[in-house]
């Protein structure tokens, strides 16, 4: 998992990366332009393009300094460096490049106004104007230059964090910073890029090394860590020699409606590809030709308005909601799992009898996993205007509940009752179809019924759908739910020590 670090805590590693490694500040500055240029150079390989490049006086515009100067010694002529003199301050390291930029022949311009901003005719642009140190919201001259810019419409490639975006925190709907094209970042992604309103700031973003100390970045105490593929195949546990259908637990899904039979039908389908020993479909009457004529693998247990579950202690995971439709009998149903006290899986229209008896929602079972898109997830524990304050309440409610939340989106949060997050970043818009969520809690049950922990499960089953999406949507516009499912088991065979 690699340990996502706040601006205070990515300026400590600065500074514990000079103190402690045999690099100087303004060397790590230049370690960091040459990333960036390296970057940009495998995007923009034009050298005849012109480049217009913004900085400001703190280190990131020394940065801005330090690339401009790269750019020059890579073949580009036509390089302009607007200096952005709307504060007297200026670091250390933004000092040295400017004196070594004014020693070198590139064209540099001070802005000491917005109003000085000439209509610019460069291709590319560059923003270094403010970094990770952004303090407030842009105003004033700020606010304007950067409207001016963005009024260019040119391609912009931030250094390090769009101007006036914030790297952490609440991001609102009335962002007046950067809109970049690219964002090349440095070490680790900034945590707001994991937000949908980060959109508005940047197309996409990459990272690049710089050399900061690993060891000390990843020992930093957190809230947010992001899952990698190494994570994935640790979990992982081979099929062993002389294992049976009994090994690999017994998985109930109980979903579906007349007419959301689909739903059960996918989510048992991914659990059966995921490797549970046996799955069973709790689903009503209607369903039960289509449920054998496609997944003869799939047992059935007829739902009727009586159903209970006689011996829920005979499934090794259970999982509830998908298409199940709302009703009085369902509510009963939940209620009588919950009084099992199992972990189960908890998904759509079970989620949404939920929130309607906020009473129930207290008494969920321990480790059970909840599995909500955005528009559950308000329904269940109230509205929410920004993605920041969404995401601190599936924390404390994680933690609260002693249960796992996954918050879906592009990028899923599973958030855990020791209230760390783990940020999922597999899965495409390609994968952006009805019955996507419905594969996701069958390939959790199967998951659980193999006996990793909830919280193994929630992480496993994000990443290997998100990658199977992913491999999907190579050669794909849109990726069905039904391929996913049918694709899982190869993801992960690819994946298994
Ligand atoms: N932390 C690291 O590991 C490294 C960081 N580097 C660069 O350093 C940057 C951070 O540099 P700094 O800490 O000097 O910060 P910035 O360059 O982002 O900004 C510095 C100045 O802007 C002012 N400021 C902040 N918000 C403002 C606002 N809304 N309106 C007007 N003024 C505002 C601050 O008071 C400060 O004086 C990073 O983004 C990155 O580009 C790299 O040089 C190398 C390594
Ligand atoms: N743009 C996207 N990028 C990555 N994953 C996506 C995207 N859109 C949807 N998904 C994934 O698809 C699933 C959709 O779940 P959900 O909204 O519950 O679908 P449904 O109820 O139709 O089955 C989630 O796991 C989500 O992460």
Same mark, same amino acid.
């Given at each position: 998992?690699?340990?996502?670090?706040?601006?205070?805590?990515?300026?400590?590693?600065?500074?514990?990366?000079?103190?402690?490694?045999?690099?100087?500040?303004?060397? &790590?500055?230049?370690?960091?332009?040459?990333?960036?240029?390296?970057?940009?150079?495998?995007?923009?390989?034009?050298?005849?393009?012109?480049?217009?490049?913004?900085?400001? =006086?703190?280190?990131?515009?020394?940065?801005? &300094?330090?690339?401009?100067?790269? &750019?020059?010694?890579?073949?580009?002529?036509?390089?302009?460096?607007?200096?952005?003199?709307?504060?007297?301050? =200026?670091?250390?390291?933004?000092?040295?490049?400017?004196?070594?930029?004014?020693?070198?022949?590139?064209?540099?311009?001070?802005?000491?106004?917005?109003?000085?901003?000439?209509?610019?005719?460069?291709?590319?642009?560059?923003?270094?104007?403010?970094?990770?140190?952004?303090?407030?919201? /842009?105003?004033?001259?700020?606010?304007? /230059?950067?409207?001016?810019?963005?009024?260019?419409?040119?391609?912009?490639?931030?250094?390090?964090?769009?101007?006036?975006?914030?790297?952490?925190?609440? @991001?609102?709907?009335?962002?007046?910073?950067?809109?970049?094209?690219?964002?090349?970042?440095?070490?680790?992604?900034?945590?707001?890029?994991?937000?949908?309103?980060?959109?508005?700031?940047?197309?996409?973003?990459?990272?690049?090394?710089?050399?900061?100390?690993?060891?000390?970045?990843?020992?930093?105490?957190?809230?947010?860590?992001?899952?990698?593929?190494?994570?994935?195949?640790?979990?992982?546990?081979?099929?062993?020699?002389?294992?049976?259908?009994?090994?690999?637990?017994?998985? @109930?899904?109980?979903?579906?409606?007349?007419?959301?039979?689909? $739903?059960?039908?996918?989510?048992?389908?991914?659990?059966?590809?995921?490797?549970?020993?046996?799955?069973?479909?709790?689903?009503?009457?209607?369903?039960?030709?289509?449920?054998? $004529?496609?997944?003869?693998?799939?047992?059935?247990?007829?739902?009727?308005?009586?159903?209970?579950?006689?011996?829920?202690?005979?499934?090794?995971?259970?999982?509830?909601?998908?298409?199940?439709?709302?009703?009085?009998?369902?509510?009963? @149903?939940?209620?009588?799992?919950?009084?099992?006290?199992?972990?189960?899986?908890?998904?759509?229209?079970? /989620?949404?009898?939920?929130?309607?008896?906020?009473?129930?929602?207290?008494?969920?079972?321990?480790?059970?996993?909840?599995?909500?898109?955005?528009?559950?997830?308000?329904?269940?524990?109230?509205?929410?205007?920004?993605?920041?304050?969404?995401?601190?309440?599936?924390?404390?409610?994680?933690?609260?509940?002693?249960?796992?939340?996954?918050?879906?989106?592009?990028?899923?949060?599973?958030?855990?009752?020791?209230?760390?997050?783990?940020?999922?970043?597999?899965?495409?818009?390609?994968? $952006?179809?009805?019955?996507?969520?419905?594969? /996701?809690?069958?390939?959790?049950? $199967?998951?659980?019924?193999?006996?990793?922990?909830?919280?193994?499960?929630?992480?496993?089953?994000?990443?290997?759908?998100?990658?199977?999406?992913?491999?999907?949507?190579?050669?794909?516009?849109?990726?069905?739910?039904?391929?996913?499912?049918?694709?899982?088991?190869?993801?992960? =065979?690819?994946?298994?020590?």
């Amino acid at each position: 998992m690699q340990t996502l670090l706040t601006s205070t805590q990515m300026r400590l590693a600065d500074e514990f990366t000079i103190a402690n490694k045999p690099i100087a500040s303004i060397d &790590l500055m230049e370690t960091a332009a040459r990333a960036f240029v390296k970057v940009f150079l495998r995007n923009e390989f034009d050298t005849n393009k012109s480049v217009a490049i913004f900085c400001g =006086k703190g280190n990131n515009g020394g940065d801005g &300094l330090a690339i401009a100067h790269l &750019l020059l010694n890579n073949g580009y002529e036509n390089i302009k460096v607007y200096v952005i003199n709307f504060s007297k301050k =200026k670091s250390a390291d933004f000092a040295i490049n400017l004196q070594r930029l004014d020693e070198s022949r590139c064209k540099k311009v001070v802005i000491d106004r917005a109003t000085d901003f000439k209509n610019i005719k460069a291709d590319i642009i560059i923003d270094a104007i403010l970094g990770s140190g952004l303090n407030k919201a /842009l105003e004033g001259e700020y606010a304007e /230059l950067v409207k001016q810019i963005n009024n260019l419409n040119k391609k912009v490639y931030s250094v390090d964090v769009p101007t006036g975006f914030f790297a952490e925190g609440r @991001l609102t709907a009335d962002y007046n910073g950067i809109v970049a094209y690219k964002t090349i970042c440095f070490q680790r992604p900034k945590i707001s890029f994991f937000f949908p309103e980060s959109k508005l700031a940047t197309k996409s973003y990459e990272v690049v090394e710089i050399g900061l100390d690993e060891d000390f970045v990843q020992k930093q105490e957190s809230e947010f860590y992001l899952v990698e593929k190494k994570d994935i195949e640790k979990i992982l546990k081979p099929r062993e020699n002389f294992s049976h259908k009994g090994t690999y637990g017994h998985a @109930l899904i109980i979903a579906g409606n007349s007419n959301t039979m689909g $739903a059960a039908l996918l989510s048992s389908m991914a659990c059966l590809h995921t490797g549970a020993g046996l799955t069973t479909a709790c689903i009503p009457q209607s369903g039960l030709i289509a449920l054998n $004529a496609t997944l003869p693998e799939v047992m059935a247990l007829p739902r009727d308005e009586y159903t209970r579950i006689e011996n829920p202690t005979k499934y090794q995971a259970i999982a509830i909601g998908p298409g199940l439709g709302i009703s009085a009998e369902h509510e009963r @149903l939940l209620e009588s799992l919950f009084a099992a006290n199992l972990p189960l899986i908890i998904d759509a229209d079970a /989620l949404n009898i939920l929130s309607e008896r906020p009473d129930l929602i207290e008494k969920i079972p321990e480790q059970s996993i909840l599995t909500p898109h955005m528009k559950e997830f308000d329904r269940l524990f109230g509205e929410h205007s920004n993605w920041w304050d969404r995401l601190q309440t599936a924390k404390n409610q994680s933690v609260r509940l002693k249960i796992v939340i996954v918050l879906k989106n592009q990028y899923t949060f599973v958030c855990s009752p020791n209230g760390k997050v783990y940020i999922n970043p597999t899965g495409n818009p390609a994968m $952006a179809q009805g019955g996507m969520g419905d594969v /996701l809690t069958g390939i959790i049950a $199967a998951f659980v019924a193999q006996k990793y922990s909830s919280l193994n499960a929630a992480i496993l089953a994000c990443f290997v759908h998100g990658q199977t999406g992913d491999q999907l949507a190579d050669d794909k516009f849109v990726v069905t739910a039904s391929q996913v499912a049918k694709e899982i088991s190869g993801v992960i =065979k690819t994946m298994v020590p």
